[in-house]
């Protein structure tokens, strides 16, 4: 590659930095926002003994060379969460961080191997002020760029209006004619052959080794996350409970849990939780997310057990990760991640 071809060259730089600066503006409106709201912003280590341990995130590892000179795994986050709510157990209330990530295995318009998440809790307080936050925070991205709609390719959205709120449930019966409910149990269980079924009436492929997860993502991303986020935000709300391994049930349906996801323009921008604090559960489903990791990748990532630790003692709070960087891309109209990172990995 030239050096007129890379990031790095006077006329790209030249292009890019009117996206950058507004970048900058973002985060400080965003910020400023939070420290009046009386939230206090954390530094979480990004070197931790378990990366998280969700199924389809993959994480970079490393070796640490202790003083004794011995060998030790530990792996870049893919999320600063752990450490977070190890900092809710100690006593704080209300925090938020702009936090490197890493994952794995992710490269192209919308995703870069390290990103920028912000990422939120607020204790004692209902998921549904996150989504009150996640409002505040478009309106905020778009007046700091100098916008009036969020843009991607030929998708927009009005950050001003009010975000729809619509069930994950209800989203799959209007978008795919899918009886989601149907095949969920009050136990936790899910009839993978009823929702193959379903798939297949509508035409989605469905492999003999696909599990009621992998007809799950793909019903949500052919047929349901392409229409979510136009015109207007939305708030896909109550995660099948199989789905959201680190929320706590809803309290008037166990087979959903209390998770949104934020949509705009088709882009999936913000993951929110009321947070699971029961540790004997998330044990539970840690280890099975790590087993079917195990069986589709080949691999495992230990369990932090003194985060398992803190939680028995973490206070009910709601938590919410927000990929800044789509934020800045959707608020700059800019078509590619790599064009609002200061420095793209290489």
Request: charged share 25%; hydrophobic share 40%; net charge negative.
């Amino acid at each position: 590659m030239s050096g007129s071809d890379t990031w790095w060259s006077a006329t790209r730089h030249a292009d890019r930095r009117p996206l950058l600066l507004a970048r900058n503006r973002i985060q400080a409106r965003i910020r400023n926002h939070l420290a009046e709201d009386g939230f206090t912003e954390v530094d979480p280590a990004a070197l931790q003994t378990s990366p998280g341990n969700e199924t389809h995130l993959h994480a970079f590892g490393t070796d640490a060379i202790g003083n004794d000179g011995q060998s030790r795994r530990m792996y870049l986050h893919t999320s600063p969460e752990f450490a977070m709510k190890k900092l809710l157990a100690a006593g704080e209330t209300q925090i938020h961080a702009f936090a490197h990530v890493w994952r794995n295995r992710e490269r192209g318009a919308r995703h870069s191997p390290e990103f920028t998440m912000l990422e939120w809790y607020r204790v004692g307080q209902d998921y549904s002020t996150l989504m009150q936050d996640c409002a505040a925070f478009l309106r905020l991205a778009a007046q700091a760029a100098g916008a009036n709609h969020l843009r991607f390719r030929e998708a927009t959205c009005d950050p001003m209006l009010e975000p729809e709120r619509v069930s994950v449930a209800d989203a799959m019966r209007r978008h795919a004619s899918v009886d989601l409910l149907a095949t969920l149990a009050h136990d936790g269980s899910a009839d993978r052959e009823s929702l193959a079924r379903q798939a297949a009436a509508i035409h989605l492929r469905v492999a003999p080794d696909d599990t009621w997860s992998d007809i799950f993502s793909r019903i949500l991303s052919d047929r349901v996350e392409p229409h979510l986020g136009h015109g207007r935000p939305t708030l896909l709300d109550r995660y099948p409970v199989v789905e959201a391994a680190l929320a706590r049930p809803c309290a008037d349906d166990p087979r959903e849990a209390e998770r949104f996801e934020l949509y705009a323009c088709g882009v999936e921008l913000a993951n929110g939780f009321g947070e699971l604090t029961d540790a004997t559960e998330q044990r539970r489903r840690f280890a099975a997310e790590m087993e079917e990791k195990a069986r589709i990748y080949g691999e495992r990532y230990p369990l932090d057990e003194d985060f398992l630790a803190a939680l028995a003692h973490m206070p009910p709070a709601s938590g919410c990760a927000l990929g800044f960087d789509r934020l800045v891309m959707l608020a700059t109209g800019a078509p590619r991640i790599d064009d609002v990172l200061w420095v793209p990995v290489g």
